[in-house]
Every structure is written in structure tokens, then in C-alpha cells.
């Protein structure tokens, strides 16, 4: 990432965008891909990786513990030591949520995680209890104290039963790759279902691992003495390719999405239809066409396979151009709608009650200078930019570096006037 630390995007609007954007990695997988290397001793690669700054701060938090990293392109390579260090420090785990990622493989490996509570989006409260729960089910002693999560297991895990109170992703992911070196049989229900469970999943199996139920509410896994290091290459970013889809949609324009994998969006997709858009899959991807102006669409976020939560501010910013008035329903995380404040200063006719937000939909907004308050916020703020009249400047743009990579290139290959400042 040798761009500026914290650019400001400066987007000159209205556009319409139009033509072909090719989509990288998951984020939200590449980054637990990285963190459960850690599960046997040296070098495994992982093959379409993004290059955003969060796969760098997970690099660095993998060197902390002991681990040379190295960087080819899209490809990370992650040669872990017999003995990693068992202890996440603040300074490098409070900038990233998915760094919690660490403390399944490690106490099962190791017998001991110290992790530092994590960091990452202001979107509201994301507690670990499901996860300290959950450990504590397999046996290890765990709990939160000085602002870290230890978990013991000297005598290794046991295999159990655990039900999830909510399809928590991350809960499922530490739970998962802590069970693989369980003794024992692990079932985990009402799993999280997203691809990028999936993905892990795959990624666990190829290391040696025994799971079953990938992709359902209940996984099953059979743990194993020990797991090797192995190649995997990650799936495709499907809230990028949501984020071109709705691009496409708000600017009334025609954008190809190659690598974009249509069925891990059957929900926005359908949302889109709804609103007026034309959507056909293509060889290798799908491609958007909006003719006219859109209308509005309700929306309610859910658990995979529901509407994403990633996705609310892009589907808010339709609505806030769309013919019509609209109902965004926020089921996930309470804070997503901090991003509404900036918006309105778009003008935006947007009320927010409790986790509703009203919609009234305008012919255009306003350019003016916004904050970006997480990921998938300031990429809703450059896109309500292109279909607003003016300048809009968004601050605070490091958080777009996070989860997309050359934004800003990619939206001038597609006609528009951004630049990074």
C-alpha cells in the first residue's frame, strides 16, 4: 500500500458508469485464511489475496507471533514456526477485527491464546462472549481481562456440542479451526452459511482437517492429531461485486463484473431487479444494466443468505436517488446507520428510527465534503458522489483502502472523476 496513509476522495459527480471491473479476493476470507496457518508448522500459500491495507496489518500481526510472511502479488506466503508466539498485542490487533481470527488456532495448538480485544469498524457492538462461550464448551478455560482474551487448554481441547445463540461469523470460524485438533467430534449449530465460511472450510480440509456440513446450519467436525501446510486459492469478493452492482444501478449505467459470483448475491441481485435493473450472467461473472432512474426498494439486513449487512449503506444510497420512498431495515449491527448523518449532508431525505431508516428518494444530492465512519460507508459515500451535483469530498478514506483495492482507479476505467487527494 504505498498510497497516501488516509487519502481524502475527491469525486466529481454526476456519472454514469460503464464498462468491465474485475473482482480480487475476499477480504473477509483472505484475512482468516492467513490467520489459521497457524495451525501447522511451516509454509502454506494463499493465492488471490487483495491488496488492501487489512491484509497488511494481518501479515504484520503473523510476523508479531513469529511467522515470515511474504508478499507476491496476489499471493501470501505464511512460513509459521514450530512454536509461534501465543500472544496478540494491542498496538497491531486493535486495527482489525478479523484479527480475533488468531485465538482458535493458537489456543488449539499452542494450548494458550492472549489476544487483544480487537478493533476494526465502528458499526456497533460486536462482543465475544459466543466465542469465549464456545471455547469454554471444548474445554479450555477462558475469559477477558485487561483487555485480552486468554484461553488455556494445556491438556488440548474435547471435542462438543455448541449451539450458537446468533450465526455469528466470527464465532464460527474461531470455533471451527479450534475443533479441527480437538479429540473428539465437534458439532457447531445454527452455523454461519457464508461463502467465506465455506471457503475456510475448504482451506481447513486441504490442510488435513475433517469437516462436514459446509455451507448448513450444523457443521461437523472430527478432530485430527495434527494438520500440514497446504495451497488454497481465495474465493471472490462478493460485497465488492455487490458494491459495482449497486454502482451500476445508482449511476444508471452498465458495468460487467468479472469474477463476481452471482449466487452469493441472490438477494441484492434480486433487490436490483426490483428497482428497475437488467441482470444477466455473463462467461466468468454477471453484468448490470440500469436504463432509467431506479425504484425504491425495501430492504431488511439478515445472516447469509439474507440481504448483507455489508451491503446497507449501498442499498440506502439507491434509495436516497431512487423514485419512491423505501424502508432499510438494520438486523445485524446497530451502528451501520452512523454513516446516515453523512449522507443527509448530501441531502439525502433520510429519518432514522431505532434500526430504521426512512427513505425519500431525490432526482440527485448535493456535493459536499463527507467522513467516511467504516468500510462500506465511505464506499456508499464516493457512489452517493457520482450522483450528486458537484464536488463531494470523502475524509477519511483509509477505511475504502481496507476492504477495496485500486477504488479509485477502477472507478475511473469506468468513466467516472475520482481522485485520491
Partial sequence: ????????????????????????????????????????????????????ADVHIMGELLTSLGCAVTFDGATVTVDVPEAPSVRAEYALVRKLRA????????????????????????????????????????????????????AEAPDGLIGAAIELKFPSVGATENLMTAAVLAKGQTVIDNAAREPDIVDLGNFLIAMGAKIEGLGSHTISIEGVASLSPAAHTTLPDRIVAGTWAFAAAMTRGEITIEGGVAEHLEIPLDKLVAA?????????????????????????????????????????????????????????????????????????????????????????????????????????????????????????????????PNFAENLCALGARVTRL
Fill in 276 to 404: 428497475g435493473a437488467v441482470v444477466t450472467t455473463v462467461h466468468n461473472g454477471f453484468k448490470v444494466r440500469m436504463d432509467r432512474r431506479p425504484t425504491a426498494v425495501d430492504v431488511s439486513t439478515l445472516p447469509y443468505p439474507g440481504f448483507p449487512t455489508d451491503l446497507q449503506p449501498m442499498v440506502i444510497c439507491l434509495n436516497a436517488i431512487a423514485d419512491g420512498h423505501a424502508l432499510v431495515t438494520e438486523n445485524v449491527f446497530e451502528g451501520r446507520f452512523m454513516f446516515v448523518s453523512e449522507l443527509q449532508r448530501l441531502g439525502a431525505d433520510i429519518k432514522v428510527d431505532g434500526h430504521h431508516a426512512s427513505i425519500t428518494g431525490l432526482e440527485v444530492l448535493s456535493g459536499a465534503e463527507v467522513v467516511a465512519t467504516d468500510i462500506r460507508a465511505g464506499a456508499g459515500l464516493v457512489l452517493a458522489g457520482l450522483v450528486s451535483d458537484g464536488v463531494t469530498l470523502v475524509e477519511e478514506g483509509h477505511h475504502i483502502d481496507r476492504g477495496y
Fill in 99 to 150: 484479527s480475533i481470527n488468531v485465538l482458535g488456532p493458537l489456543v488449539t495448538r499452542m494450548g494458550r491464546a492472549e489476544v487483544a480485544m480487537p478493533g476494526g469498524d465502528a458499526i456497533g457492538s460486536r462482543g465475544l462472549d459466543f466465542h469465549i462461550a464456545g471455547l469454554r464448551d471444548l474445554g479450555a478455560a477462558a475469559h477477558a481481562e485487561h483487555g485480552y482474551v486468554i
Fill in 1 to 52: 500500500m504505498s498510497e497516501s496513509a488516509n487519502p481524502t476522495f475527491r469525486v466529481e459527480g454526476p456519472t454514469r458508469l460503464q464498462g468491465t471491473v474485475k473482482i480480487s479476493g475476499a477480504k473477509n476470507s483472505a484475512l482468516k485464511l492467513m490467520a489459521v496457518t497457524l495451525l501447522a508448522p511451516g509454509k502454506s500459500t494463499i493465492h488471490n489475496v487483495p491488496d488492501i
